[in-house]
């Protein structure tokens, strides 16, 4: 499969597009660290999640195209390093489902996923 065609993009999935994968931030807890001797800062952890859709399978089969981009988006968070990108210290992979509507069912075309990621960062003054 080639990723040419994925769009990654905050907000809204594209309907027009073939593959998209889209994040939205869902959650974000704040811990206050140090204290009046100290300087202060804040710990956050962001719960995201991101949608990949793929509207190009064959239909009445799922083909391995939306697990393969599953995989990668595992691997992409699963292999972070700390502060690989500035600022993130970490983050994590907390799961995935795929997604139906209440009358949809295998024969279709259109397949999309939802996983679930924490990304850990700190705010200091």
Known sequence: ???ANLQIREGFANFFQPYSATILPMSTSI???GDALTKAY???NTDYEIKLSAQRLARDNADVQL???E???MRIVCCYTPNQIIGIEDMFYRGEERIYGVGDNYAKSNWESRI???V???ISI
Request: with cysteine.
């Open 71 to 73: 995989r990668e988006i």
């Open 42 to 44: 804040w710990i956050c």
């Open 120 to 122: 850990k960062y700190h």
């Open 31 to 33: 811990e206050k660290k």
């Open 116 to 118: 679930i990621i924490t």
């Open 67 to 69: 697990g393969n981009t």
């Open 1 to 3: 499969m080639s990723f």
